[in-house]
């Protein structure tokens, strides 16, 4: 029976996308305002299917830590939920995303309009500079720069692989605190595969990390604290679903 509920959910998912991309297809010639309103319209979409279709309940913890203008949001990556939340829970997000996705319908265009920030992730120092420089213009718009400082979607229970390059050289040059949001969102939604799971998502946005740190500092507070919190989650998940530990499907082995 799950299965079939993950099937539909599926279907729901990319029919909504395809539903919100052409009836909010005028959006692209007005304001940004107006497309990041629809992307927020959707992020709830998205929720609400989870939690009707799948049975997948959200909660967003800590939302008194953000701080109030630009900051850096730097999130655990297990599904591909964790790319909308930002539109959920701060003012005027501005995602760092992989360039290829530019080319999706719908997806591509709506990223183009709210003035996201696309790179090549194999890229080289000069897509690192681009990135920075973008950054600094969105920044100085007030918005909030979102990272993913492990590149990719992982499960849970694997070792973190945090990417010190990106992250801190947004730290350094934007000069803003660094806000850690940790997840057990891979217990729910697996990185990879179609089959969802009931249970309790919850996003954890910790204390910031204050700007003007040196980058060894940055990294260690970042990493410590995000992957503190990630552990309680997942056993806090895991008692949710009835479970005593993950199974190696989770695990990605």
Known sequence: MMMLRSLLFVAYLYGAMALMGTLFIVTLVMPRRVIMAAIAMYARMIRFGM???????TEFRGLENLPDGPFIYAG???CMFDIFVPFLVVPDPV?????ELLWYPFLGWNALKSDMIAIDRAGTTKTLR???????????QG??????PEGTRTAPGDAPDYHAAGVSALYRAL???VVPVATNAGLCWPAHGI?????RVVYEILPAIPAGLDRKTLMARLET?????????LQEGLAAQGRAGLTRELQGT
């Open 76 to 78: 655990k990556h297990q």
């Open 143 to 148: 918005r909030q720069v979102v990272i993913f």
């Open 95 to 99: 995602i760092i995303m992989k360039q």
């Open 130 to 140: 681009k990135m920075v420089a973008q950054a600094k213009v969105r920044a100085a």
């Open 51 to 57: 939690r009707v279709i799948c049975g997948i309940e």
């Open 195 to 199: 089959r969802r799971r009931r249970g």
């Open 175 to 177: 000069d803003v605190p």
């Open 225 to 233: 604290a995000t992957e503190a919190a990630v552990e309680e989650l």
